[in-house]
């Protein structure tokens, strides 16, 4: 199953850019990248995801390196309500069928 | 369109008791799936299910049981709750596309004692 590596916590201050790294170098050519984060106990929280290309919509950015073994989240100004675990998951296939494996996420703590 | 939808929020539970986490979603995905959550371990799948009658196990089933009887309900049995089955359970759900992303409810917080 592919896996992925994140920093277990960062801070950022609040109105600077926050770059979340994650490292999947068992990635496979058609699985995709996303990003989602938990804020409190809250359900997970959908971000962005991507496959090969640079991704953008209204909440953050994507990169994902050429070679795919890599990634990074980008929040462009974070706010004090961007603190959060934010998990990067590459969706492992097994059997034809797909699951999507947690890690243990980044802590994001954005300070005023 | 309420998203996906679990009840209840909170329950405690005594060991050896049985009780189904309900889970309910409005927008007609095919694929839902069950997760448990403890501190330091991250979100593990428990069970998951690709169509009405069709489900399957994840990485931690033992325990548990599911049905999927309609595309809207996927509850979640335990059948003799255990201790070790304290934890906060997330439901997912997601179009039955490629690169469909999961969509979660916001957990049934179990205490089982």
């Known amino acids: 199953d592919a896996k992925t590596t994140q920093p277990p916590s960062m801070d950022c201050a609040e109105g600077r850019a926050a770059n979340l790294p994650c490292n999947h170098s068992t990635i496979s050519g058609n699985e995709y990248v996303y990003w989602y984060r938990q804020i409190h106990s809250q359900g997970p929280q959908y971000i962005i995801h991507g496959l090969k290309n640079n991704e953008t919509n209204e909440m953050a950015s994507l990169i994902i390196t050429e070679d795919r073994k890599s990634s990074t989240l980008i929040l462009p100004h974070a706010t004090l309500r961007d603190t959060a675990v934010y998990y990067c998951i590459v969706r492992a296939s097994t059997s034809g069928t797909y699951k999507y494996i947690f890690g243990t996420g980044t802590r994001l703590k954005v300070l005023a | 369109n309420a998203g996906v939808t679990q009840t209840p929020k909170f329950q405690v539970l005594k060991t050896g008791q049985s009780m189904t986490l309900q889970c309910a979603q409005d927008?007609?995905?095919?694929?839902m799936s069950w997760y448990r959550q403890d501190p330091g371990m991250g979100l593990r799948l428990i069970h998951y299910s690709v169509g009405a009658g069709i489900t399957d196990q994840g990485e931690v089933p033992n325990g548990y049981n599911v049905s999927r009887s309609t595309t809207e309900d996927f509850p979640l049995r335990l059948l003799s709750a255990a201790p070790s089955q304290t934890s906060v359970y997330f439901c997912?759900?997601?179009?039955?596309?490629?690169?469909?992303?999961?969509?979660f409810g916001n957990g049934t917080r179990l205490t089982v004692t």
């Open positions: 927008m007609n995905h095919e694929y």
């Open positions: 997912a759900s997601r179009r039955g596309t490629y690169n469909s992303p999961l969509h």
